[in-house]
């Protein structure tokens, strides 16, 4: 059996409790069932079993269970035994899909339950973190040796700087007091030197040599005093002593005057002469220089040099 008023099955021993569901009352589920009787009445193909027991213990509701005789609607009730051979089926096909409001509910098959899709929580995207290349930590680690290195070097040099000045500063302690005087020179005056031959060796210098100039003539075999300065117009006097080795020859005599030739003059020599002169006259001032050779010939061809005598001619 069940509920008239809301339609819970009911366990024929609590026929007369209350529904639990409802809380209907016995006599109003009386007259309910009779309300409900009329109006499977008058809806035909509708079957409602007059009582019911259940499934059992164990049995789900859904499930179809088959009597013990195989009869259906044989129940305490007392309903007329043409509705035993019902078809659930049967009715269950023919019965309206639409439910008519005088229509009371019965319970069918267990709905599946419906699952409902989780809703998907789209996340912003990350921005994607590339690796650190390895190059840039091996740049890293080179500046900070090369600071390092230079860190020390630093050190190093100021280092060297301070012992450097300790020792400029006790090399200065210990010569502060030392003095140094410097002695002045002395100019001394030195006499005048009269011009002496030249130490030059000249190719005829083998014929004739130790000549020097005069401003007198010599007497005899010797020279006058030698001198280095002459008026203009002064006769001057050249001296020199010869070497002839027993052959005859000619001296050869050629005058300067400020860089340039000023005259020539040339004379014979004997086989034994051993000493000999000749005299000049300059009519215009400057350094002069007499030049003797030593010749063969009278030409004076093959004349080799043999002295070179500086002086001076002065107005």
């Known amino acids: 059996m069940k509920c008239s008023s809301c339609g819970l099955p009911l366990s024929p021993s609590r026929a007369n409790a ?11 589920r009386s007259n309910g069932s009779k309300s409900t009787g009329n109006a499977n009445r008058a809806h035909p193909g509708f079957y409602e079993p007059s009582s019911w027991e259940g499934n059992g213990e164990g049995v ?21 035994a043409a509705l035993s051979s019902y078809n659930p089926s049967l009715a ?18 267990v709905a599946a339950p ?32 090369v600071a390092g290195l230079c ?16 020792g400029t500063g006790n090399n200065t302690g210990n010569t502060g007091n030392a003095t140094s005087t410097v002695p002045s020179p002395t100019v001394a005056s030195s006499p005048a030197t009269t011009p002496s031959p030249t130490a030059t060796v000249y ?15 010599p007497s005899g075999s010797q020279p006058g005093q030698p ?10 006097y050249v001296s020199f002593n010869l070497h002839t080795g027993g052959q005859k020859g000619e001296v050869c005599l050629i005058w300067y005057l ?41 030409t004076c061809a093959d004349k080799m040099l043999a002295q070179h005598v500086n002086f001076t001619i002065t107005p």
């Open 227 to 236: 001198a280095t300065t002459f008026k203009v117009n002064q006769k001057l």
């Open 114 to 145: 419906t699952i409902s899709p989780k809703p998907i929580t789209l996340q912003r995207p990350m921005s994607p973190r590339f690796p650190q290349p390895p190059g840039n930590n091996r740049n890293m680690r080179i500046g900070f040796l």
């Open 18 to 28: 209350n529904c639990p569901r409802c809380g209907a009352s016995p006599d109003a």
């Open 60 to 80: 789900p509701l859904g499930a179809v269970m088959s009597p013990p005789n195989g009869q259906w609607g044989q129940g305490s009730s007392g309903e007329p």
């Open 92 to 109: 269950q096909a023919n019965a309206p899909q639409a439910m008519q409001p005088e229509q009371m509910w019965l319970p069918g098959a």
């Open 203 to 217: 190719p005829g210098s083998q014929f004739i040599d130790n000549a020097q100039v005069s401003s007198a003539a």
């Open 151 to 166: 860190v020390v070097a630093g050190g190093l040099l100021l280092v060297f700087v301070y012992f450097m000045a300790i």
């Open 258 to 298: 400020n860089g340039q030739q000023a005259f020539t003059s040339s004379f014979a020599i004997g086989a034994n002469t051993k000493f000999s002169y000749a005299y000049a006259i300059y009519g215009s001032s400057g350094p002069a220089y007499v030049e003797l050779y030593w010749a063969s010939t009278n």
